[in-house]
């Protein structure tokens, strides 16, 4: 088993308003010394109570699902001898109503895009890892929300 620690810090400015609005500008800290600018997204908090600059949790919903994908990508990849160059994802996440009625992220999609140096595997062997990555990644077994792998486009 293993554990993983964050420390989520938020202080009152004094600036809340009679309608509920407040700050919520925060810092995310991780146990190697990364300290990550947060905050609520702006369509959950306008700004100026939310900082459009900072990453909000479902941001970071979305960009760990992709992160952790990647990192299992490249291992399998790197594992079945192919050599990639670069990789670049562009991630989306869909905030709608779940079947209970509640707000979620109900659905990530990932653009995985991979450019290799020799040798580069076919489409099907490519899929086939994404696959096994997908499989494998510790963040979509966790996420009841659906992800798809679009390599297409």
Known sequence: MAQFKATVRWQTSGDATSDGYYPTGHVWSFD????????SAPHSMPPPYSVESAVDPEEAVVAAAASCHMLFFLYFAQKA????????????????RNDEGRMALTEITLKPQAH?????PDREAERALHHRAHRACFIANSLKAHIEIMLDG
């Open 32 to 39: 190697g010394g990364a300290q990550i600018a947060a905050s």
């Open 81 to 96: 001898g192919y050599r990639i160059e670069t990789y670049r994802d562009d991630a989306v996440g869909v905030m709608a």
């Open 116 to 120: 290799y140096g020799a040798p580069a």
